[in-house]
């Protein structure tokens, strides 16, 4: 297999409220929810943000209906730390708690939580460089 890396991420694979746009959450993730996540980044330890959008529409619909998959995500959210230990050090004194339950709390405003799962996962590079 490929080779581990000790940075970690957590991920949510985020689909819009219902009713709401694609234009409307994807203006609301990259001009309000992303501003509000590197204000904390530095409070939470975070060393890289990044928002996965989901592009070509039209391509990814037919990958969706030749394999019977569910609809894809609006996007991913992926937030990057040195490691596990690095994550939860920041996340236990009182600001990172703070900055993250304010994070958390405004993906209420855009994100179908019943419908967005959240996890950690390490990177393994199987092929090619980052």
Known sequence: MGERHEMIKLMVCM???PGMSREQFLHYWRDVHGPMAVERAELLGIRRYVQNVTAHEEISQALTAA?????????IDALYWDSIGAM?????TPEGGRAASELFLDHINFVDYSDSPIFIGEEIDVYGSA
């Not at 394999?67 to 996007?75: A, E, L, V, W």
């Not at 939860?88 to 236990?92: N, V």
């Open 15 to 17: 689909r819009r409220h």
């Open 88 to 92: 939860l050090d920041h996340l236990s």
């Open 67 to 75: 394999r019977g998959t569910p609809q894809p995500y609006d996007g």
